[in-house]
């Protein structure tokens, strides 16, 4: 994923548990990613990378998968 760069932040990353991270980096767990072009992640993390269940919204034509992330 990617980090905040000079033009602002990619995504928002949002915990299960509500807290607000400027990355995703180094983080286990359920979380939302939302990124600037309109995509949302929601799922599980393994050390800041999307591996687990999880769900992806594209925003440019409202595909979705839903399932296993390696």
């Not at 932040?9 to 915990?15: A, G, Q, S």
């Not at 309109?38 to 839903?66: C, M, P, Q, S, V």
Request: charged share 35%.
């Amino acid at each position: 994923m990617a980090d905040d760069s000079e033009d602002g932040p990619k995504y928002t990353f949002v915990t299960e548990n509500g807290e607000r991270k400027t990355t995703s980096r180094g983080y286990t767990g359920k979380a939302q990613a939302s990124y600037s072009n309109g995509d949302i992640y929601e799922g599980d993390f393994l050390d800041g990378i999307r591996e687990g269940r999880g769900k992806y919204l594209y925003a440019t034509n409202g595909d979705k998968y839903d399932g296993e992330w390696k």
